[in-house]
Protein backbone atom coordinates (compact mmCIF):
# COMPACT_ATOMS: atom_id res chain seq x y z
CA UNK A 1 0.00 0.00 0.00
CA UNK A 2 1.31 3.41 -0.93
CA UNK A 3 1.23 6.73 0.90
CA UNK A 4 0.26 10.00 1.06
CA UNK A 5 2.50 12.30 2.49
CA UNK A 6 -0.02 15.61 3.32
CA UNK A 7 0.69 18.82 4.35
CA UNK A 8 -2.39 20.76 5.97
CA UNK A 9 -2.37 24.31 7.42
CA UNK A 10 -2.78 24.47 11.04
CA UNK A 11 -3.43 27.52 13.21
CA UNK A 12 -5.16 30.65 12.01
CA UNK A 13 -3.46 33.23 9.90
CA UNK A 14 -0.31 32.39 11.87
CA UNK A 15 0.56 29.06 11.81
CA UNK A 16 2.30 26.61 9.87
CA UNK A 17 1.78 23.49 7.48
CA UNK A 18 1.95 20.16 9.50
CA UNK A 19 3.13 16.90 7.25
CA UNK A 20 0.85 13.60 7.90
CA UNK A 21 1.70 10.27 6.53
CA UNK A 22 -1.71 8.66 5.24
CA UNK A 23 -2.74 5.32 3.83
CA UNK A 24 -3.22 5.90 0.27
CA UNK A 25 -6.54 3.70 -1.40
CA UNK A 26 -8.21 3.51 -4.30
CA UNK A 27 -11.38 6.41 -4.63
CA UNK A 28 -9.71 7.98 -2.11
CA UNK A 29 -11.13 11.91 -2.08
CA UNK A 30 -9.13 14.91 -0.43
CA UNK A 31 -12.17 15.22 2.37
CA UNK A 32 -11.28 10.97 2.63
CA UNK A 33 -7.62 12.28 3.63
CA UNK A 34 -8.61 15.26 5.80
CA UNK A 35 -10.82 12.74 7.83
CA UNK A 36 -8.40 10.11 8.11
CA UNK A 37 -5.98 12.75 9.82
CA UNK A 38 -8.82 13.92 11.95
CA UNK A 39 -10.04 10.43 13.22
CA UNK A 40 -6.30 8.49 13.24
CA UNK A 41 -3.87 10.97 13.31
CA UNK A 42 -4.72 14.35 15.48
CA UNK A 43 -8.09 14.47 16.63
CA UNK A 44 -7.36 18.36 17.13
CA UNK A 45 -7.63 19.15 13.42
CA UNK A 46 -10.64 21.62 12.79
CA UNK A 47 -12.31 20.99 9.09
CA UNK A 48 -15.64 21.24 8.05
CA UNK A 49 -18.13 19.15 5.95
CA UNK A 50 -21.45 18.13 5.78
CA UNK A 51 -23.01 16.15 2.88
CA UNK A 52 -19.39 14.28 1.28
CA UNK A 53 -21.71 13.83 -1.64
CA UNK A 54 -21.46 17.41 -3.42
CA UNK A 55 -24.38 18.92 -2.76
CA UNK A 56 -23.89 21.16 -0.02
CA UNK A 57 -20.14 23.11 -0.55
CA UNK A 58 -19.31 22.76 2.89
CA UNK A 59 -16.18 20.95 2.38
CA UNK A 60 -14.39 23.72 0.15
CA UNK A 61 -11.17 24.13 0.86
CA UNK A 62 -7.53 24.93 -1.06
CA UNK A 63 -5.73 22.24 -2.51
CA UNK A 64 -2.10 22.35 -4.00
CA UNK A 65 -3.33 26.02 -4.68
CA UNK A 66 -6.58 25.56 -5.81
CA UNK A 67 -10.19 26.28 -4.57
CA UNK A 68 -12.24 22.75 -4.78
CA UNK A 69 -14.45 20.69 -3.04
CA UNK A 70 -12.54 18.04 -1.33
CA UNK A 71 -15.67 15.84 -1.40
CA UNK A 72 -15.71 15.86 -4.92
CA UNK A 73 -11.44 15.88 -5.21
CA UNK A 74 -9.94 12.44 -6.14
CA UNK A 75 -6.85 12.08 -4.53
CA UNK A 76 -5.25 10.83 -8.21
CA UNK A 77 -6.42 13.80 -9.46
CA UNK A 78 -4.61 16.08 -7.78
CA UNK A 79 -1.49 14.35 -5.79
CA UNK A 80 2.08 14.54 -7.80
CA UNK A 81 4.28 12.24 -6.90
CA UNK A 82 2.13 11.13 -3.60
CA UNK A 83 2.03 15.00 -2.15
CA UNK A 84 -1.22 16.96 -1.28
CA UNK A 85 -1.38 20.37 0.16
CA UNK A 86 -4.49 21.59 1.95
CA UNK A 87 -5.13 24.58 3.52
CA UNK A 88 -8.05 27.06 4.28
CA UNK A 89 -10.17 28.49 1.68
CA UNK A 90 -8.37 32.25 0.47
CA UNK A 91 -9.31 35.79 0.89
CA UNK A 92 -11.53 34.58 3.97
CA UNK A 93 -10.12 35.01 7.71
CA UNK A 94 -9.18 31.60 9.26
CA UNK A 95 -11.52 30.70 12.00
CA UNK A 96 -9.05 27.92 13.03
CA UNK A 97 -6.60 25.04 10.99
CA UNK A 98 -9.46 23.95 7.49
CA UNK A 99 -12.39 26.32 8.43
CA UNK A 100 -12.49 29.65 7.07
CA UNK A 101 -14.95 32.53 8.55
CA UNK A 102 -17.78 32.70 6.32
CA UNK A 103 -19.43 35.68 7.84
CA UNK A 104 -17.84 38.42 5.50
CA UNK A 105 -18.62 36.42 2.45
CA UNK A 106 -22.58 35.86 3.53
CA UNK A 107 -22.55 39.85 4.31
CA UNK A 108 -21.65 40.86 0.94
CA UNK A 109 -24.08 38.62 -0.45
CA UNK A 110 -26.50 40.90 1.81
CA UNK A 111 -24.80 44.24 0.68
CA UNK A 112 -25.50 43.57 -3.14
CA UNK A 113 -28.88 43.11 -2.28
CA UNK A 114 -28.90 39.15 -2.93
CA UNK A 115 -32.66 38.89 -1.13
CA UNK A 116 -35.74 38.39 -2.81
CA UNK A 117 -37.99 41.52 -2.19
CA UNK A 118 -41.75 40.83 -3.43
CA UNK A 119 -44.94 42.76 -3.24
CA UNK A 120 -47.37 40.23 -3.41
CA UNK A 121 -49.18 38.60 -0.70
CA UNK A 122 -50.93 35.47 0.47
CA UNK A 123 -54.20 37.17 -0.92
CA UNK A 124 -52.41 37.38 -4.43
CA UNK A 125 -52.54 34.96 -6.82
CA UNK A 126 -49.33 33.09 -7.97
CA UNK A 127 -47.10 35.37 -10.47
CA UNK A 128 -47.01 33.84 -13.70
CA UNK A 129 -43.50 33.29 -14.82
CA UNK A 130 -42.77 31.84 -17.93
CA UNK A 131 -39.31 29.59 -17.61
CA UNK A 132 -39.49 30.31 -21.24
CA UNK A 133 -39.09 33.89 -21.03
CA UNK A 134 -35.90 35.68 -21.82
CA UNK A 135 -35.48 36.74 -17.83
CA UNK A 136 -35.63 33.80 -16.59
CA UNK A 137 -33.58 31.77 -18.59
CA UNK A 138 -31.40 34.16 -17.58
CA UNK A 139 -31.91 33.92 -14.57
CA UNK A 140 -31.60 30.12 -14.39
CA UNK A 141 -28.39 29.79 -15.86
CA UNK A 142 -27.04 31.40 -12.56
CA UNK A 143 -29.51 30.29 -9.74
CA UNK A 144 -27.90 27.23 -8.66
CA UNK A 145 -25.45 28.85 -6.58
CA UNK A 146 -24.87 26.90 -3.09
CA UNK A 147 -22.85 29.99 -1.56
CA UNK A 148 -19.50 27.56 -1.34
CA UNK A 149 -16.99 30.31 -1.79
CA UNK A 150 -14.49 28.34 -4.10
CA UNK A 151 -15.53 31.53 -6.41
CA UNK A 152 -14.77 33.89 -3.94
CA UNK A 153 -11.98 31.93 -2.78
CA UNK A 154 -10.43 32.22 -6.32
CA UNK A 155 -11.42 35.82 -7.16
CA UNK A 156 -8.26 38.14 -7.46
CA UNK A 157 -9.84 41.21 -7.47
CA UNK A 158 -11.22 40.63 -4.04
CA UNK A 159 -8.04 39.44 -2.89
CA UNK A 160 -6.46 42.80 -3.77
CA UNK A 161 -9.63 45.04 -2.67
CA UNK A 162 -10.91 44.16 0.29
CA UNK A 163 -14.62 46.14 -0.19
CA UNK A 164 -15.22 43.83 -3.43
CA UNK A 165 -18.88 41.96 -2.96
CA UNK A 166 -17.07 39.21 -5.14
CA UNK A 167 -18.60 36.64 -7.65
CA UNK A 168 -21.15 34.81 -5.72
CA UNK A 169 -23.01 37.91 -3.95
CA UNK A 170 -22.71 39.61 -7.66
CA UNK A 171 -24.22 36.12 -9.65
CA UNK A 172 -26.71 36.05 -7.21
CA UNK A 173 -27.98 39.62 -7.44
CA UNK A 174 -28.01 38.90 -11.48
CA UNK A 175 -30.57 36.27 -10.95
CA UNK A 176 -32.66 38.46 -8.71
CA UNK A 177 -32.40 41.68 -11.21
CA UNK A 178 -34.30 38.92 -13.87
CA UNK A 179 -36.65 38.34 -11.47
CA UNK A 180 -40.13 39.68 -12.66
CA UNK A 181 -41.72 39.58 -9.02
CA UNK A 182 -38.63 41.71 -7.83
CA UNK A 183 -39.46 45.06 -6.51
CA UNK A 184 -36.16 46.21 -5.14
CA UNK A 185 -34.50 46.41 -8.51
CA UNK A 186 -33.29 50.47 -8.07
CA UNK A 187 -31.27 49.70 -4.81
CA UNK A 188 -29.95 46.82 -6.11
CA UNK A 189 -28.31 48.10 -9.23
CA UNK A 190 -27.41 50.85 -6.98
CA UNK A 191 -25.54 48.34 -4.33
CA UNK A 192 -24.10 46.45 -7.40
CA UNK A 193 -22.53 49.41 -9.46
CA UNK A 194 -18.79 51.29 -9.23
CA UNK A 195 -15.68 49.99 -7.30
CA UNK A 196 -17.17 47.82 -4.66
CA UNK A 197 -19.38 46.11 -6.91
CA UNK A 198 -19.59 44.43 -11.07
CA UNK A 199 -17.91 47.35 -12.47
CA UNK A 200 -14.39 45.96 -10.71
CA UNK A 201 -14.76 42.53 -12.58
CA UNK A 202 -12.17 42.53 -14.94
CA UNK A 203 -13.13 39.24 -16.57
CA UNK A 204 -10.16 37.21 -15.36
CA UNK A 205 -12.81 34.05 -15.32
CA UNK A 206 -11.08 32.82 -12.15
CA UNK A 207 -14.46 32.39 -10.67
CA UNK A 208 -16.17 31.12 -14.03
CA UNK A 209 -13.60 28.53 -14.16
CA UNK A 210 -13.09 26.91 -10.67
CA UNK A 211 -17.24 27.00 -9.64
CA UNK A 212 -17.84 23.32 -8.71
CA UNK A 213 -21.77 24.00 -10.30
CA UNK A 214 -20.23 25.12 -13.58
CA UNK A 215 -22.00 28.84 -13.46
CA UNK A 216 -20.38 31.78 -14.73
CA UNK A 217 -20.37 34.32 -12.15
CA UNK A 218 -18.33 36.81 -15.00
CA UNK A 219 -21.13 35.95 -17.51
CA UNK A 220 -23.61 37.38 -14.37
CA UNK A 221 -21.25 40.06 -13.93
CA UNK A 222 -21.25 40.95 -16.99
CA UNK A 223 -25.36 41.20 -16.73
CA UNK A 224 -25.39 43.46 -14.38
CA UNK A 225 -22.36 46.18 -16.22
CA UNK A 226 -25.56 46.07 -19.00
CA UNK A 227 -27.86 46.81 -16.55
CA UNK A 228 -26.26 49.43 -14.33
CA UNK A 229 -25.09 51.10 -17.55
CA UNK A 230 -28.97 51.55 -18.81
CA UNK A 231 -29.56 52.86 -15.30
CA UNK A 232 -26.78 55.44 -15.55
CA UNK A 233 -27.52 56.84 -18.86
CA UNK A 234 -31.37 56.90 -17.76
CA UNK A 235 -29.77 59.00 -14.56
CA UNK A 236 -31.61 56.34 -12.48
CA UNK A 237 -28.25 55.03 -10.06
CA UNK B 1 -0.93 25.91 -15.14
CA UNK B 2 -2.71 26.84 -11.85
CA UNK B 3 -4.43 29.79 -13.54
CA UNK B 4 -7.02 29.71 -16.57
CA UNK B 5 -6.36 31.43 -20.13
CA UNK B 6 -8.06 34.27 -19.42
CA UNK B 7 -6.23 35.03 -16.23
CA UNK B 8 -3.50 35.10 -18.14
CA UNK B 9 -4.70 37.86 -20.97
CA UNK B 10 -5.57 39.75 -18.46
CA UNK B 11 -2.68 40.06 -16.94
CA UNK B 12 -0.95 40.89 -20.13
CA UNK B 13 -3.62 43.73 -20.50
CA UNK B 14 -3.39 45.14 -17.75
CA UNK B 15 0.79 44.74 -17.51
CA UNK B 16 0.78 45.93 -21.60
CA UNK B 17 -1.55 49.13 -20.27
CA UNK B 18 1.00 49.63 -17.70
CA UNK B 19 3.86 49.99 -20.38
CA UNK B 20 1.95 52.21 -22.41
CA UNK B 21 0.90 54.87 -20.09
CA UNK B 22 4.13 55.36 -19.02
CA UNK B 23 5.45 55.13 -22.69
CA UNK B 24 2.94 57.48 -24.00
CA UNK B 25 4.54 60.75 -22.41
CA UNK B 26 8.13 60.33 -23.85
CA UNK B 27 6.21 59.24 -27.08
CA UNK B 28 4.65 62.57 -27.52
CA UNK B 29 7.55 64.07 -26.13
CA UNK B 30 9.58 63.30 -28.95
CA UNK B 31 6.62 63.66 -31.30
CA UNK B 32 6.65 67.42 -30.09
CA UNK B 33 9.79 68.10 -31.70
CA UNK B 34 8.53 67.33 -35.06
CA UNK B 35 9.71 64.02 -37.08
CA UNK B 36 12.37 66.38 -38.46
CA UNK B 37 14.95 65.97 -35.65
CA UNK B 38 17.91 64.33 -37.82
CA UNK B 39 19.93 63.78 -34.94
CA UNK B 40 16.65 62.36 -33.25
CA UNK B 41 16.21 60.25 -35.78
CA UNK B 42 20.01 59.10 -36.34
CA UNK B 43 19.23 57.96 -32.63
CA UNK B 44 16.14 55.59 -33.16
CA UNK B 45 18.57 53.96 -36.18
CA UNK B 46 20.38 51.79 -33.48
CA UNK B 47 18.92 48.17 -33.21
CA UNK B 48 18.43 48.39 -29.58
CA UNK B 49 15.80 51.18 -30.14
CA UNK B 50 14.25 49.13 -33.23
CA UNK B 51 13.79 46.59 -30.69
CA UNK B 52 12.21 48.79 -28.22
CA UNK B 53 10.11 50.21 -30.68
CA UNK B 54 9.03 46.73 -31.74
CA UNK B 55 8.39 45.72 -28.26
CA UNK B 56 5.63 48.69 -27.58
CA UNK B 57 3.82 48.10 -30.86
CA UNK B 58 3.53 44.11 -29.54
CA UNK B 59 2.41 45.76 -26.32
CA UNK B 60 -0.35 47.71 -27.94
CA UNK B 61 -1.60 45.10 -30.24
CA UNK B 62 -1.63 42.64 -26.72
CA UNK B 63 -3.56 45.67 -25.04
CA UNK B 64 -5.98 45.81 -27.94
CA UNK B 65 -6.26 42.26 -28.14
CA UNK B 66 -7.16 42.25 -24.52
CA UNK B 67 -9.38 44.84 -24.84
CA UNK B 68 -11.33 43.32 -27.56
CA UNK B 69 -11.72 40.44 -25.73
CA UNK B 70 -12.68 42.59 -22.39
CA UNK B 71 -15.52 44.42 -24.68
CA UNK B 72 -16.82 41.11 -26.35
CA UNK B 73 -17.55 39.11 -22.78
CA UNK B 74 -19.37 42.59 -21.69
CA UNK B 75 -21.38 43.47 -24.35
CA UNK B 76 -22.00 40.55 -26.32
CA UNK B 77 -24.80 37.85 -25.20
CA UNK B 78 -22.73 35.14 -23.53
CA UNK B 79 -21.76 31.88 -24.74
CA UNK B 80 -19.44 29.47 -24.37
CA UNK B 81 -16.87 29.94 -26.80
CA UNK B 82 -16.64 33.71 -25.59
CA UNK B 83 -13.91 31.69 -23.56
CA UNK B 84 -12.13 31.17 -26.56
CA UNK B 85 -11.31 35.29 -27.17
CA UNK B 86 -8.19 34.39 -25.41
CA UNK B 87 -7.05 33.14 -28.55
CA UNK B 88 -8.46 35.84 -30.29
CA UNK B 89 -6.44 38.18 -27.77
CA UNK B 90 -3.07 36.56 -28.95
CA UNK B 91 -3.54 35.75 -32.48
CA UNK B 92 -3.82 39.61 -33.02
CA UNK B 93 -0.90 40.19 -30.85
CA UNK B 94 1.26 37.49 -32.75
CA UNK B 95 0.01 38.56 -35.85
CA UNK B 96 1.03 42.07 -35.26
CA UNK B 97 4.53 41.80 -34.05
CA UNK B 98 5.16 39.80 -36.96
CA UNK B 99 3.81 42.10 -39.48
CA UNK B 100 5.81 44.52 -37.74
CA UNK B 101 8.94 42.28 -37.74
CA UNK B 102 8.85 41.96 -41.44
CA UNK B 103 8.75 45.25 -41.75
CA UNK B 104 11.57 46.71 -39.81
CA UNK C 1 -23.22 62.90 -7.24
CA UNK C 2 -23.41 59.56 -5.57
CA UNK C 3 -20.16 57.81 -5.72
CA UNK C 4 -21.48 54.93 -7.14
CA UNK C 5 -22.98 56.99 -9.88
CA UNK C 6 -19.33 58.60 -10.81
CA UNK C 7 -17.64 54.99 -10.45
CA UNK C 8 -20.19 54.15 -12.76
CA UNK C 9 -19.88 56.71 -15.39
CA UNK C 10 -16.20 56.24 -15.49
CA UNK C 11 -16.34 52.63 -16.33
CA UNK C 12 -18.89 53.95 -19.06
CA UNK C 13 -15.75 56.47 -20.22
CA UNK C 14 -13.40 54.06 -19.96
CA UNK C 15 -15.60 51.58 -22.45
CA UNK C 16 -16.57 53.94 -24.87
CA UNK C 17 -13.02 55.63 -25.34
CA UNK C 18 -11.75 51.56 -25.40
CA UNK C 19 -14.08 51.53 -28.30
CA UNK C 20 -12.74 54.71 -30.48
CA UNK C 21 -9.17 53.79 -29.49
CA UNK C 22 -9.89 50.33 -30.74
CA UNK C 23 -10.35 51.97 -34.04
CA UNK C 24 -7.57 55.14 -33.87
CA UNK C 25 -5.08 51.88 -32.75
CA UNK C 26 -6.04 49.55 -36.12
CA UNK C 27 -5.51 52.72 -37.69
CA UNK C 28 -2.31 53.90 -36.07
CA UNK C 29 -0.35 50.53 -36.39
CA UNK C 30 -1.58 50.04 -39.86
CA UNK C 31 -0.10 53.40 -40.83
CA UNK C 32 3.50 52.80 -38.58
CA UNK C 33 3.73 49.11 -40.78
CA UNK C 34 3.06 51.25 -43.66
CA UNK C 35 5.28 53.79 -43.26
CA UNK C 36 8.58 51.51 -41.54
CA UNK C 37 7.57 48.89 -44.73
CA UNK C 38 8.01 51.90 -47.30
CA UNK C 39 11.39 53.17 -45.24
CA UNK C 40 9.79 56.32 -45.06
CA UNK C 41 12.48 58.87 -43.39
CA UNK C 42 11.10 61.81 -41.06
CA UNK C 43 11.39 64.35 -44.10
CA UNK C 44 9.08 62.16 -45.99
CA UNK C 45 6.59 61.43 -43.35
CA UNK C 46 6.07 65.03 -42.65
CA UNK C 47 5.75 66.33 -46.26
CA UNK C 48 2.71 63.96 -45.90
CA UNK C 49 1.33 64.98 -42.52
CA UNK C 50 1.73 68.36 -42.48
CA UNK C 51 -1.00 70.78 -42.82
CA UNK C 52 -2.98 67.31 -43.46
CA UNK C 53 -6.64 68.41 -41.90
CA UNK C 54 -7.96 64.87 -42.03
CA UNK C 55 -5.14 63.55 -40.12
CA UNK C 56 -5.05 66.59 -37.42
CA UNK C 57 -8.25 65.34 -36.37
CA UNK C 58 -7.93 61.82 -36.54
CA UNK C 59 -4.85 61.83 -34.11
CA UNK C 60 -6.36 65.03 -32.27
CA UNK C 61 -9.19 62.51 -30.92
CA UNK C 62 -7.08 60.05 -30.58
CA UNK C 63 -5.11 62.29 -28.40
CA UNK C 64 -8.20 62.71 -25.97
CA UNK C 65 -9.42 59.09 -25.79
CA UNK C 66 -6.02 58.33 -24.41
CA UNK C 67 -6.63 61.14 -21.77
CA UNK C 68 -9.77 59.64 -21.08
CA UNK C 69 -8.25 56.23 -21.22
CA UNK C 70 -5.47 55.37 -19.52
CA UNK C 71 -5.95 57.72 -16.47
CA UNK C 72 -8.39 55.64 -15.57
CA UNK C 73 -6.79 52.17 -16.52
CA UNK C 74 -4.01 53.24 -13.58
CA UNK C 75 -6.90 54.29 -11.65
CA UNK C 76 -7.44 50.46 -11.01
CA UNK C 77 -3.74 49.54 -10.51
CA UNK C 78 -3.32 51.90 -7.91
CA UNK C 79 -6.08 50.83 -6.33
CA UNK C 80 -5.65 47.04 -6.70
CA UNK C 81 -1.82 46.82 -6.67
CA UNK C 82 -0.78 49.82 -4.44
CA UNK C 83 -3.84 49.96 -2.30
CA UNK C 84 -3.81 54.09 -3.11
CA UNK C 85 -7.66 54.64 -2.85
CA UNK C 86 -8.97 58.45 -2.27
CA UNK C 87 -8.65 62.13 -3.10
CA UNK C 88 -4.83 62.12 -3.52
CA UNK C 89 -5.21 59.14 -6.05
CA UNK C 90 -7.69 60.71 -8.07
CA UNK C 91 -5.61 64.22 -7.95
CA UNK C 92 -3.10 62.58 -9.30
CA UNK C 93 -4.64 60.74 -12.32
CA UNK C 94 -6.69 63.99 -13.31
CA UNK C 95 -2.70 65.52 -13.67
CA UNK C 96 -1.70 62.20 -15.58
CA UNK C 97 -4.30 62.85 -17.73
CA UNK C 98 -3.78 66.93 -18.23
CA UNK C 99 -0.59 65.85 -19.00
CA UNK C 100 -1.31 63.48 -21.73
CA UNK C 101 -3.42 66.22 -23.02
CA UNK C 102 -1.09 68.91 -22.93
CA UNK C 103 1.76 66.89 -24.31
CA UNK C 104 -0.57 65.03 -27.17
CA UNK C 105 -2.12 67.63 -28.43
CA UNK C 106 1.60 69.40 -28.62
CA UNK C 107 2.58 66.30 -30.22
CA UNK C 108 0.06 66.21 -33.08
CA UNK C 109 0.96 70.16 -33.48
CA UNK C 110 4.14 69.57 -34.06
CA UNK C 111 3.41 66.69 -36.68
CA UNK C 112 -0.43 67.86 -38.22
CA UNK C 113 -0.21 70.89 -38.46
Known sequence: ?237 | MRQGSSWWVALVHRLSGIALALFLPAHFWVLGHGLAMDGLLKWTEQPAVKIAEWGIVVLLAAHLGGGLRVLALEFLPWRDWQKSLTAVAAALTVGCGLALALAL | MRAVRSQTLLWVAQRASAAVLGACVVVHLATIIYAVRGGLSGAEILARTRGNGAWFAFYALFVLAVTVHAPIGMRAVLGEWLGWRGRARDAVLLAFAMLLGVMGMRAVFAVFA
Open chain 1, 1 to 237: MSTLHVRIWRGGAQGAFREYEVPRHESQTVLDVVTHVQRQLDATLAYRYACRVGMCGSCAMTVNGRPRWTCRTHVDKVARAGRLEVAPLRNLPVIRDLVADMREFFDKWARAKGQFRGSATRTDDFARVSPASEQRRLADAAIECIGCAVCYAACDVVAWSPDYLGPAALNRAWTLVNDQRDTAQAQRLRAVAGDAGCHSCHTHMSCTDRCPKELSPTASIAGLKRATLKAALRDEL
